[in-house]
T-cell receptor, first 111, second 113 residues
Framework: SQQGEEDPQALSIQEGENATMNCSYKTSINNLQWYRQNSGRGLVHLILIRSNEREKHSGRLRVTLDTSKKSSSLLITASRAADTASYFC???????????FGTGTRLTIIP | EPEVTQTPSHQVTQMGQEVILRCVPISNHLYFYWYRQILGQKVEFLVSFYNNEISEKSEIFDDQFSVERPDGSNFTLKIRSTKLEDSAMYFCASLWDSSQPQHFGDGTRLSIL
């Protein structure tokens, strides 16, 4: 698999349910970030987790990082219609801040 | 909150023409980037710029591409002779330091006819 692959590729859930997206990567990282992209729009930064952190929260978002498995998950609790978007993980490495993006998960919240 | 701004939002250009995409990064940021996203694909790194010079470029960033920070506020991407496969969304990003997230602009959709 490529550096930064999300699964599932697409996810549809009912409003109010929780959404979980996963990201796997191949090489050592410094930070892992999650971004949201509404259709045809820019990338909005959601949360950054450092390689020495295991879990981070921001509002309805919870991110976990397992460096032994080279994977991360993004949980959105109590989903809303406005959460409909594509979600990307992106990694950087020590001494190199360029981001390597995953393939993204397209999340659809059904009202 | 400070933002990265990009202009134009949409650029339509004939194949073979030169195009310049413009970005105004966040004012106290030190690192600048261009990425592109071909429709339906992942976001790809093009080039990073620090201390008035390119620090890294990808294989995509060939001799047809150049970047410039002409006046301390703007950061431009020039494609000298556009090809059909240059059609994509181009994102500019800026960064204060490596412990912080990159901030992205809304992108310029480039359409080559």
């Amino acid at each position: 698999s490529q550096q930064g692959e999300e699964d599932p590729q697409a996810l549809s859930i009912q409003e109010g349910e929780n959404a979980t997206m996963n990201c796997s990567y191949k090489t050592s990282i410094n930070n892992l970030q999650w971004y949201r992209q509404n259709s045809g729009r820019g990338l909005v930064h959601l949360i950054l987790i450092r390689s020495n952190e295991r879990e981070k929260h921001s509002g309805r978002l919870r991110v976990t990082l397992d460096t032994s498995k080279k994977s991360s998950s993004l949980l959105i609790t109590a989903s809303r219609a406005a959460d409909t978007a594509s979600y990307f993980c992106a990694t950087d490495s020590f001494g190199n801040e360029k981001l390597t993006f995953g393939t993204g998960t397209r999340l659809t919240i059904i009202p | 909150e400070p933002e990265v701004t990009q202009t134009p939002s949409h650029q339509v250009t004939q194949m073979g023409q030169e195009v310049i995409l413009r970005c105004v990064p966040i004012s106290n940021h030190l690192y600048f980037y261009w990425y592109r996203q071909i429709l339906g694909q992942k976001v790809e790194f093009l080039v990073s710029f620090y201390n008035n010079e390119i620090s890294e470029k990808s294989e995509i960033f060939d001799d047809q591409f150049s970047v410039e920070r002409p006046d301390g506020s703007n950061f431009t991407l020039k494609i000298r002779s556009t090809k059909l496969e240059d059609s994509a969304m181009y994102f500019c990003a800026s960064l204060w330091d490596s412990s912080q997230p990159q901030h992205f602009g809304d992108g310029t959709r480039l359409s080559i006819l």
